[in-house]
């Protein structure tokens, strides 16, 4: 058991590590030494001269001459993909992602208080999003940017963290003319595996700065409705009548989620765009929403 002077001496040491640490100019040095090393290697991979048949050593080699082309450039990221940390802070999020063991990272993330850290070149590949699926595209860590937010997944995202997001967000559709439609969640490439951003996350706030798609608004409207005792209710309805050959999974794959297990589809639909009641089916309100929708990505 540690006696009191030892304790006294770990807790002086731990203090003055931490003391260290924040004090210095270059906190994340080995990290980013580490990381340029690791980028050099694939700088190297991609600039190397093909061999061709006669110099290799080995028979796999089926090219018989190069030449190289002049008419090339970096494959620009078309997607974005939005996701919470599910940590308890922006200095847990940093460990993991630089921790080799993890096998996870994110190109950026934005801390409570709106601080955006960039953890790598747009043009890398992260490992953000995992096994999933969005339309016919089946490894969106190729074609996409990840933004995580650090949330532990109960709370709402503060107001400095989205509008950081929102500036972030304008860059990155400029610099890459990232389609309006390729704004995604985690949980929207992922159903049922990942519930990320949370039921918090802001996406009509998003769609009206022109990230991700929203349905329209006039679908909902108040009315008073007279109930039995002479008094009247508020009620939400739906304006638009669905046809009855409308198919809801049908619409659920032509936006771009994985239909193949119907019910996580269903919930990471109403995760993204309903916003509660995310394990119950399809509600007719939900299937007029559905249906606004899906007409926009026609």
Known sequence: MMNYTNYQAFVLFTALG??????????????????????????????????????????????????????????????VVIHHTAQDSLEQTIHTFTIPRTQVSSHYVISRDGTIVQMLNDYLRSWHAGRGKWGHDTDLNSASLGIELDNNGKEPFTEEQINSLLKLLKRLKEDYNIPTANFIGHADLAPRRKVDPSIHFPWKRLAEEGFGLWYDDFLLMDIDLPTGDMGYKTETVMLEAVPDSFHPL????????????????????????????????LTENDIRILHNLYKKYL
């Open 18 to 79: 931490i003391l260290l640490f924040s004090c210095s100019p270059k906190p994340y040095a080995d990290i980013n030494k580490a990381h340029q090393k690791q980028v050099d290697a694939q700088v190297e991979k991609i600039t190397a001269t093909p061999l061709v048949k006669k110099d290799a050593a080995d028979t796999t080699h089926l090219n018989d001459l190069w030449v190289g082309t002049t008419n090339f450039s970096i494959r620009k990221p078309n997607f």
């Open 250 to 281: 049908e619409a659920l794959r032509i936006i771009g989620y994985d239909i193949s297990d119907p019910g996580a589809a269903i919930q990471s639909f109403k995760l993204h765009f309903i916003q509660q009641d995310i394990d119950s089916p």
